[in-house]
């Protein structure tokens, strides 16, 4: 290239590239000749050779970041069509002007509103109980209308989903269909029948602090365990009713060595100025200086068994 010639930034880097790339070549053709040298005079020779050769690495090009794309979570649009299902039900096809008809088309455009005959066929209550997703978009979800007489009818409603959950519209009429099947109940494993006894006394007392407000909840509770108690309180007396337990030492006439842990299910009877109400716990109990102290409370889980 003459002297009046510059090379481009492209060019001389692909000349620098080209010459370490040349350098290197002839630094692993010298590296094998040395290899075959001594091996022809010995396993001596080879050992040093291979100790001395320079190991040429050359660093792996990073490849570019990939972008990754993830779905969205499809949006269950249950809550659209049970909006739908109690607007609808509440209209009528002789007001098309009024704001129950008017919600019902806005949700609905192409659904014919329908034509009651009078106010026992309006639902008290409207819940989604069931949301299918079907191909594409399309989904299926029962809502179910409890009426004033104690009945329960269940619609099925079709509903497009589109724009990643931004956007749903009832696709056509509601039908009415059977409810949803009764599931079978696993066997609890609240198995040993716990006696009165300490264990009893101690979730009688905390009960009667944590429902009533008589007494500190705190002073029932393992060491780092913190719940608060329902205010305010909801109950002016509460009674335990019978007490179930997992492990066995839940049922033992003295309370045992410290650290045992038991799970138990409180059947408990509370009672207010509106009547006597039912009510189920778990509870963890932990022994500790001879006394069980509360370690853990749950509520609403008493087939699956364990508070956690």
Do not use: N
């Not at 075959?36 to 050359?58: D, N």
């Amino acid at each position: 290239m003459s002297p009046g010639k510059q090379a481009s930034p492209s060019e001389a880097a692909e000349m620098a590239a080209g010459a370490r790339l040349e350098a290197m070549r002839r630094r692993v053709r010298l590296s094998r000749l040395a290899v075959w040298t001594v091996i022809a005079a010995g396993p001596v020779a080879l050992c040093v050779a291979v100790a001395s050769t320079p190991a040429t690495v050359e660093a792996a090009t990073p490849a570019p970041p990939t972008s990754v794309r993830t779905a969205a979570a499809a949006t269950d649009p249950g809550g659209y069509a049970q909006l739908f299902v109690d607007a609808w039900l509440h209209s009528s096809a002789d007001d098309a002007t009024s704001a129950q008809a008017r919600l019902a088309h806005s949700l609905a455009p192409d659904v014919e509103l329908p034509d009651p005959t009078g106010a026992q066929s309006t639902p008290q209550s409207v819940t989604a109980v069931r949301s299918a997703q079907r191909t594409g978009g399309a989904w299926s979800v029962t809502v179910a209308a409890q009426y004033a007489d104690g009945r329960v009818r269940y619609y099925a409603v079709p509903v497009s989903a589109g724009g990643a959950g931004s956007s749903f519209t009832v696709t056509g009429a509601p039908g009415v269909v059977a409810g949803p099947a009764r599931a079978e109940v696993p066997k609890s494993s609240y198995s040993v029948a716990v006696p009165e006894g300490d264990l009893s006394s101690a979730v009688g007392e905390f009960f009667a602090a944590y429902l009533t407000g008589a007494g500190e909840v705190s002073r029932y509770l393992a060491p780092g365990v913190s719940l608060s108690a329902v205010s305010p309180a909801p109950y002016p007396s509460v009674a335990v009713e019978q007490i179930s337990a997992v492990e066995v030492a839940a049922a033992a006439e003295q309370v045992p060595g410290d650290g045992t842990t038991v799970r138990v299910l409180v059947r408990v009877e509370a009672r207010d100025a509106g009547g006597r109400w039912p009510l189920a716990y778990e509870l963890a109990l932990k022994a500790r200086s001879g006394r069980w102290e509360v370690a853990g409370l749950e509520s609403g889980t008493a087939t699956d068994g364990g508070a956690r």
